[in-house]
């Protein structure tokens, strides 16, 4: 396997969202992120960051073209085969936590490990590895509601990497946050990074953009380097 | 070699030289076990909603059980009173029609050698007519052979039985004896007393062979008749022979034939006695038999159950409603919920089982609770009636198993909903 085939890589990607009228959030896009690469992508609201990414997480399919996760083409693969490469392959990580506010932040990290087969005797060990690694080892008993804006995302960023996916992708994770705990999320996201994964995070905030090794912009469905 | 097994979170490096994992390993992977977990979770969340979804199922589960195990009480309890003479004994009366100003008009009377035509059919040991004297005005005296000056004035009432009614109902005279087929057919003025009647009338001894009087008449006294084990009216009664009273006071016909049966011949007397007695129109004749034991049990739980078991299943079906209702409330709660389950790899399938399995386990609940509560109630009545409860084991577990099924089949629709929410448009609304 050579280091220099793609994790993901889109090729000539439409997806329109039939109206009326007919909104074509993506236009044929290209893209190529490599193992290990953290992308930000930047654009204005409404131009199809979040379609994007949703393609990406297989949550959603292109109308048109194709999509390779780790060289296999997800466009034969039935929504079986779609969901375990998503719990096996993929961390998501949204701008509104999404935890279940009745279950203790470690309920909610082990949430990540029912459906993408981590061994039953690892679920625990695992899950408070990756809260302590997220500097919450002394929250885990605590229920989501009680925890702050940035301790919420942090749980969220532990629950993306306890299955130990390839890819993270967060929509616009520090949305919600301030600027300092928004530092603190990325410092964490970056330190996954460095230790391999591969990093695709959707901003607004340019300053966040600019932290990150290459950067894409979209607009109005269709995405130029930066 | 496609994809490098991604290190763990602690020491993690991008080493291709990581072994390659095996993909997803089945028997980990949301298992029945974590599939309870998250149910137990699910349902945990809300426990007044809880109670007000189990209470339609528990008022059903438990009002079957009641039915069922009241029937089966029942049915034992008469079992156990079943005693001998009800199984052996039969009536028969002639059938009647009620007319436009509303009297009974017997269709038929029975013939007088009744007795004698039933008693050649098989299973009939004794038969015996027996109808009451019109007497009118007339009054019912004794002279009393103590006190001569002080009459006593009575009016028992004056009944008129062939030779062999006595027997029929199994009777015991305490003195004396009952008239026979002689005093019968010469009409001869004899007369029984019931036991009562020979209280009142002063009467206790029969040797001295005394008298009655109706009106005029003397009867002479033969016998008291002490205990009966049908028509105890008998005991209160002046009995005459059949003949005598139609030749004394013109008596038409006997009203009803008493026959005392074989034990378990009493669907056959039912079924022959009539044609024996009137050939040609046997169905103007009524015949009341015992049936045989089991059969009485088998009718008497089907009167109970019907009218409970429908109610039973009404209420079960609304508890089903309720259930399907409020998981169909759950899931539109947990879209955000369930668009994260997809998103961290559940299948369809997976959310699909998570609901359907919520709704079992409310309905099993619901069940086990009113199956409980069914027993309790069972109990309890019978021990306040000091009867034996009969409760049948297999039957409690299977109305709490029904519970479970009403919340299987309640959980359907929902979780058929639930799979199909798309996870794109679940995570825009947040958990
Ligand atoms: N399910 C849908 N049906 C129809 N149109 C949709 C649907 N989802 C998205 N769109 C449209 O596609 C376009 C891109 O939406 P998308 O959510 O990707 O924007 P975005 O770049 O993430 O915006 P924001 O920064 O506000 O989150 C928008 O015009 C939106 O209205
Ligand atoms: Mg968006």
Do not use: C
Not at chain 1, 90 to 103: C, K, M
Not at chain 2, 91 to 116: C, F, H, K, Q, Y
Not at chain 2, 149 to 159: D, F, G, K, Q, R
Not at chain 2, 329 to 352: C, F, P, W, Y
Request: proline share 6%.
């Amino acid at each position: 396997m050579s280091q220099a085939s793609p994790v993901v890589e889109l090729v000539d990607v439409t997806r329109s969202f039939p109206g009326p009228p007919e909104v074509r959030a993506l236009k044929s896009v290209n893209l190529a992120i490599a193992r290990g690469d953290y992308l930000s992508i930047v654009g204005p609201s409404g131009s199809g960051k979040s379609t994007l990414l949703n393609v990406l997480g297989l949550l959603d399919r292109p109308t048109v073209g194709e999509y390779r996760l780790d060289g296999v083409s997800t466009g034969e693969l039935s929504e079986e085969q779609r969901a375990g490469l998503r719990a096996r392959t993929i961390g998501f990580v949204f701008q509104a936590f999404h935890l279940l506010p009745r279950r203790t932040v470690l309920d909610n990290v082990l949430l990540a490990t029912l459906y993408s087969g981590v061994p039953r005797v690892e679920r625990m060990s695992r899950a408070t590895a990756a809260l302590e690694r997220v500097g919450l080892g002394h929250r885990m008993g605590f229920l989501p509601t009680t925890l702050s804006g940035g301790e919420r995302q942090r749980v969220a960023v532990a629950r993306a990497v306890i299955a130990a996916p390839q890819l993270i992708l967060a929509d616009e994770p520090t949305g919600n946050l301030d600027q300092r705990t928004s530092g603190e999320v990325m410092d964490l996201f970056e330190e996954l990074n460095h230790d391999g994964l591969t990093l695709v995070v959707i901003t607004h905030d340019q300053a966040t953009a600019d932290r990150a090794a290459r950067s894409i912009r979209i607009a109005d469905g269709r995405v130029s380097e930066l | 070699m496609r994809r490098p097994r991604l290190p763990r979170l602690r020491g993690r490096t991008a080493a291709p030289e990581e072994p390659t994992g095996p993909r997803t390993p089945r028997a980990d992977r949301f298992t029945v076990q974590d599939l309870l977990v998250e149910v137990s979770h699910g349902i945990g969340g809300h426990t007044g909603r809880l109670v007000m979804t189990t209470l339609g199922t528990v008022l059903g589960i438990g009002s079957l059980v009641v039915t069922i195990g009241f029937a089966q009480t029942a049915a034992g309890q008469l079992s156990r009173q079943f005693d001998a003479v009800a199984a052996t004994q039969a009536v028969i009366s002639p059938a009647s029609t009620r007319s436009m100003n509303g009297t009974e008009t017997p269709n038929t009377r029975l013939p007088w050698d009744a007795p004698d035509r039933v008693e050649r059919l098989a299973g009939v040991e004794r038969a015996g007519l027996i109808g009451e004297v019109p007497i009118g005005e007339l009054q019912i005296t004794a002279v009393p052979i103590n006190d001569p000056s002080a009459p006593e004035v009575l009016s028992p009432t004056l009944l008129a039985t062939s030779d062999g009614l006595l027997d029929a109902v199994r009777g015991t005279v305490v003195t004396g004896r009952y008239f026979d087929a002689g005093h019968e057919l010469r009409a001869d003025r004899v007369a029984v007393l019931g036991a009562r009647a020979a209280e009142k009338l002063g009467l206790n001894r029969v040797d001295s062979q005394p008298s009655i009087f109706v009106g005029e008449r003397p009867y002479t006294v033969i016998g008291i008749v002490g205990e009966v084990q049908r028509r105890p009216d008998l005991l209160d009664a002046v009995i005459v022979p059949l003949g005598t009273a139609r030749a004394d006071f013109g008596l038409v016909a006997a009203e009803e034939l008493q026959l005392h049966i074989a034990p378990g011949a009493g669907a056959l007397v039912a079924e022959q006695a009539p044609i024996a007695l009137d050939p040609n129109q046997p169905e103007n004749f009524e015949v009341q038999a015992p049936r045989s034991g089991s059969e009485l049990q088998e009718n008497v739980q089907a009167d109970i159950n019907v009218v409970f078991l429908v109610l039973g299943v009404i209420a079960l079906l609304a508890g089903g409603l309720g259930i399907a209702n409020v998981t169909l409330l759950s899931v539109s709660e947990r879209t955000g919920e369930i668009g994260l389950r997809r998103a961290l790899g559940a299948t369809r399938r997976d959310i699909a089982a998570q609901f359907m399995v919520e709704s079992l386990v409310i309905g099993l609940l619901g069940g086990l609770i009113g199956a409980a509560v069914g027993v309790f109630a069972v109990v309890a009545v019978a021990l306040v009636q000091q009867w034996t409860p009969i409760i049948d084991l297999p039957m409690v577990f299977g109305a709490a198993l029904l519970g479970a099924l009403v919340g299987l089949g309640a959980g359907a629709y929902p979780a058929r909903r639930a799979a199909r929410i798309e996870p794109i448009a679940a995570l825009r609304g947040g958990v």
